[in-house]
């Protein structure tokens, strides 16, 4: 992740995203998770091929929480279908102006690799 050196961050300072970093946002960007969710999540969208270990999420958690990028959430679902200890997160406002301008610099990247013949072409 790029290094922010302003007390208000665009999204743009923040790219290009770690690939963990976007996986996790993309988890969040429609319900909110526990850690172990996320990993699941993760794992399901991409057929298996990206495993967070929970280092990897943990740390990248309270990096994204300190970027206002996600925030812990205070809603939880019914006791019997919860686990007191688990920590629920939620993408933020600014969360989502991040994973959605990263996702445009993917595009563009994609876009770019079209034309030099390095991608496939749509169909």
Known sequence: MATVTTDDPTPETLLPLPPATLHILLAVADVDRHGYAIIQEVAARTG??????????????????????????????????????????????????????????????????RTCGLAPRRV
């Open 48 to 113: 298996g091929e990206v495993r967070l270990s929970a280092g990897t999420l943990y740390r990248s958690i309270q990096r994204m929480v300190e970027l206002d990028l996600i925030e812990e959430t205070d809603q939880r679902p019914a006791a019997g279908d919860d686990d007191e200890r688990r920590r629920y997160y939620r993408i933020t406002p600014f969360g989502r102006d991040v994973a959605c301008a990263e996702v445009e610099r993917l595009q563009s990247l994609v876009n770019l690799a």
